[in-house]
C-alpha cells in the first residue's frame, strides 16, 4: 500500500497501467502514461536545482500539468504549494514569501499579472511557465524557463529519502481573518485522508469522479488522490456557471460529485437531466452545513445517488461523515468519525461534555496536520495536547481543537452548532447564524443566505440576514415574517440585505467576514438605513 504521496500514483500504475487516470476535455492519460510524465518531470526538477523539503508552488487552473507537478514534486522529495488559481499578485506573492517557496510553476498570463510582486519574493530562484511564447525581461536572482525546456533537464542523482511523516504539502486557507496561514501535512496526512474517504464512499476503479473544487482546497485534493489510489478516473473541471456542471455530469458519465453548499444551492436550481440518476453514484457536502431545501431538492434530482454530508477542516482534513441511511432519520447530523480518526466534544477545560452539551470538537489521529508553517503562535493555539490521554505519556499527543461549537448524541452522532467567531453575541443570548439561515432557505425565496452579526448600540450585536434571490424580487417582509413564526425574538433579523450573489472566499465558501465588514455601518450612531 502507498505511504507517500507520489505512490498513490505508482502503485496504481504498476496494477493498472492502462486505465484512464485523468480526463480534461477531450483529452486523457491513463496511470502508466501519467506515471512516466511524472517521473520524468521530477529528474527535470532535481536538474534546475530542487532540493529535499524545498517548497514548489503552483499556480495554475485544473490541467495535466497541475497534476503531474503535484505528484512530481513529492516524488522528487520536495514539498507542492497549490496556489487557488482565483488569487491576486498580492496574495500570490504573500504566499511565496511566507513559506520561502524556491520554484514556482504558473502561466504566461498569470506570471504577467505577478512580475511586479515577485521582486519580494528573495527565495525565489525559477519559475516555469507552462505556455511559454515569449520572452520577457529579466528579474533579478530569477530564471525564467519554458515547461518544454524543463522537460529537456536532467539528473542521474538520486532521489531524495523521504518517509511518511515529512512535509509534502502547505495548503493556505482563505485568510479571511487575516493573512492566509499555510496548514502543513504530511505524507500520512494526505494517504490517510484518501484511505480513508475511499473507504466509507467505497470508491471503485470504474468510478469517476468530477473535481470542480480547487485543488488548494483539501476537499477538492482528495477528489485527486482518492481517485489516485482506487484507480478511479478523476476528471478536471474549472466551470464558469453551474449549467456547466450539470452538462459536465451527462457528458462523462459522472459517478461522484464533491461540492460546498453555495455551489449546491446554485446547481439545485439548475435543470437536471433524468440519465444523471442512470450513473452517478454518489455526491457529498463538507465545507458548511448543507440547506435542508437544498438538499431535498438535490436528493430528488438524483434519487439514486446516495448522499453523503460531511464535516471537514484543513488542520485535519475529515472528521466526520453521516451515512446516507441516517440522512432522512438526522437530517441535522454531522454523523460520526471517518475511519481512523477520534473526534471528542470537550469542555474548555478539556473535560468531555455530557449528551447535547455544547462543547468544542477536537480531532486526534493521523490526520493531525503539522502545523501552521512559520507561526508557532497559532500552532499553539489549535494544536494542543488531546484530551484525556494519558499524562503518563512522555511526550504528549497533539489533537486538534477546530474551534467549532458542537453536540453529540446519546448514540454519538455530532451536530454543529456554530463557530466560535461566527457566533452572534445579542442581548445576552449566543445565536448560531446556521440556525436563522435554515428558516430563510425553508422559504423557497433565496438561493443564499448568510446571518452575520453587526454591532449595535444597545443590541450588542444586530442579527443581519443577507440574501441573493433565486427571483428578480424578494419581499424581505417575507423573510422577516417566516423568522418571526419559527425563532425566538431575539433570534430574528434586525434587517434583510439582498445583494445579486453573495461574496465567496477562494475556496468557493460564502465570506462571512467580508459581508460583516460590508454591513459593519448600518447601526453606528447617525447612521440609518
Known sequence: MPVLVHELLTRTAEKTPYSTAIQIHDASLCFGELDAMVSKLARSLSAIGLSRQQRVAVYLPKQIETVTSYLAISQAGAVFVPVNPVLKAEQVAHILRDCNVRILITSQSRFMGLMSALATCTDLHTVVLTDMTESFPEIPGIQVMSWADLSQLETSAPTPSVIDTDMAAILYTSGSTGKPKGVVLSHRNIVTGAKSVAQYLDIVPDDRLLAVLPFSFDYGLNQLTTALLKGACCVLMDYLVPKDVITALTRYRITGLAAVPPLWAQLAQQQWPASIDEH??????????????????????????????????????????????????????????????????????????????????????????????????????????????????????????????????????????????????????????????????????????????????????????????????????????????????????????????????????????????????????????
Open 280 to 529: 452517478l453514484r454518489y455526491m457529498t457536502n463538507s465545507g458548511g452545513k448543507m440547506p435542508k431545501a437544498t438538499l431535498e431538492r438535490i436528493r430528488n434530482n438524483a434519487p439514486n445517488a446516495k448522499f453523503f454530508l460531511m464535516y471537514g477542516l484543513t488542520e485535519a482534513f475529515r472528521s466526520t461523515y453521516l451515512p446516507p441511511d441516517q440522512i432522512d432519520r438526522r437530517p441535522d447530523s454531522m454523523g460520526k468519525a471517518i475511519p481512523n480518526a477520534e473526534i471528542m466534544v470537550v469542555r474548555e477545560d478539556g473535560t468531555p461534555c455530557a449528551p447535547h452539551e455544547p462543547g468544542e470538537l477536537v480531532h486526534r489521529g493521523s490526520l493531525v496536520a503539522l502545523g501552521y508553517w512559520n507561526d508557532p503562535e497559532k500552532t499553539a493555539e489549535r494544536f494542543r495536547p488531546a484530551p484525556g490521554r494519558p499524562h503518563e505519556l512522555p511526550i504528549p499527543e497533539i489533537a486538534v481543537w477546530s474551534g467549532d461549537t458542537v453536540t453529540m448524541d446519546e448514540e454519538g452522532y455530532l451536530y454543529f452548532v456554530g463557530r466560535k467567531d461566527d457566533m452572534i453575541k445579542t442581548s445576552g443570548y449566543r445565536v448560531s447564524p446556521t440556525e436563522i439561515e435554515e428558516v430563510i432557505y425553508s422559504t423557497g425565496l433565496v438561493s443564499e443566505a448568510a446571518a452575520i452579526g453587526v454591532p449595535h448600540p444597545m443590541l450588542g450585536q444586530a442579527i443581519v440576514a443577507v440574501v441573493s434571490a433565486s427571483y428578480s424580487e424578494v419581499k424581505t417582509e417575507d423573510l422577516i415574517n417566516a423568522c418571526r413564526q419559527r425563532l425566538p425574538n431575539f433570534m430574528v433579523p434586525v434587517s434583510i440585505q439582498v445583494l445579486p450573489e453573495l461574496p465567496r472566499n477562494p475556496n468557493g465558501k460564502i465570506d462571512r467576514k467580508r459581508l460583516a465588514s460590508q454591513f459593519a455601518y448600518l447601526y453606528q450612531e447617525g447612521v440609518h438605513e
